[in-house]
C-alpha cells in the first residue's frame, strides 16, 4: 500500500532556476513533514520540515509549502545550485505508528 | 547536530558467509534506531526498529531470523546479515533517535554497501 507518492522522479534546472518536487500522502494521521536530501553513497539528511499546523516554511533557499486539505506539501528550491543535485525525500511522520514513510525519491540534476 | 556512524562503509562478502553492520550514536544516548534498506535508485525501506535492551520490530516481510539486530546498548546497534545472497546485496542504512529527541527527529548514519558475490 503506498502512502506516499512523490514527483517527479527526476528533475532537471538550469543553475539558478527553480526546483520543485511535490509530495502527497494518503494517511491523514501524518505529523511531521520533512524532506530529506541524499547524496551518493551517503545516508539521508533532513533539510526542512514542516508541522501541519503551518501552511509554509522558509529557510534560506528552501520553502516548504504545505496543503492539508489537498494532503500535499512539497518543496521550492529557489535559485537552485550545482550543489543542489542530489536525491531529495518526502518522508511523513506518523508518532502513532512511530514511523517515517519515505516517499519514492526525486533525482534533482541542476546544470551549470 | 548529532552524529551517527555505521561501519563498514562498503562490504563484499561470499554467497553464505554473514556480515554485521555497526551503526553506533557518537555524541548522544540512542534509545531507538532504525534500519533501512535501499536498493538502487529507489526509496528507503524500513526493514526494523530497534530499543536500547528489548527485541527488534520487524516490518512486514522482513526475516528476523536472516536480518538479526541487537541493541545492546545506548550507543550501539548491530546488524547481521546472516547467510547472506546475492539478492541481499543493497545499500544498508541505520538512523538513531535519542531520548532528549524529539520522536519525529532521526540522524542517518553514511549506509553500508553490501555486495555478495
Known amino acids: 500500500q503506498q502512502q506516499v507518492k512523490q514527483s517527479p522522479q527526476s528533475l532537471i534546472v538550469q543553475k539558478g532556476g527553480i526546483s520543485i518536487i511535490n509530495c502527497a500522502y494518503e494517511n491523514t494521521a501524518f505529523d511531521y513533514f520533512p524532506w530529506y536530501q541524499q547524496f551518493p553513497g551517503k545516508g539521508p539528511a533532513l533539510l526542512i520540515a514542516i508541522r501541519p499546523d503551518v501552511s509554509e516554511k522558509k529557510e534560506g533557499r528552501f520553502t516548504i509549502s504545505f496543503n492539508k486539505s489537498a494532503k500535499q506539501f512539497s518543496l521550492h528550491i529557489m535559485d537552485s545550485q550545482p550543489g543542489d543535485s542530489a536525491t531529495y525525500f518526502c518522508?511523513?511522520?506518523?508518532?502513532?505508528?512511530?514511523?517515517?514513510?519515505f516517499g519514492s525519491g526525486t533525482k534533482l540534476n541542476v546544470k551549470p | 547536530g548529532a552524529v551517527v556512524s555505521q561501519h563498514p562503509s562498503r562490504v563484499i562478502c561470499k554467497s553464505g558467509t554473514s556480515v554485521k553492520i555497526e551503526c553506533r550514536s557518537l555524541?548522544?544516548?540512542?534509545?531507538?534506531m532504525f534500519w533501512y534498506r535501499q536498493f538502487p535508485k529507489q526509496s528507503l525501506m524500513l526493514m526494523a526498529t530497534s530499543n536500547e535492551g528489548s527485541k527488534a520490530t520487524y516490518e512486514q516481510g522482513v526475516e528476523k531470523d536472516k536480518f538479526l539486530i541487537n541493541h545492546a546498548s545506548l550507543t550501539l546497534s548491530t546488524l547481521t546479515v546472516t547467510s547472506a545472497h546475492p539478492e541481499d546485496s543493497s545499500f544498508y542504512i541505520c538512523s538513531a533517535r535519542g531520548p532528549q529527541l524529539a520522536k519525529n527527529i532521526q540522524y542517518f548514519g553514511a549506509g553500508t554497501r553490501l555486495s555478495v558475490l
Open positions: 518522508a511523513p511522520y506518523s508518532y502513532n505508528f512511530n514511523k517515517f514513510y
Open positions: 555524541d548522544f544516548q540512542a534509545t531507538t
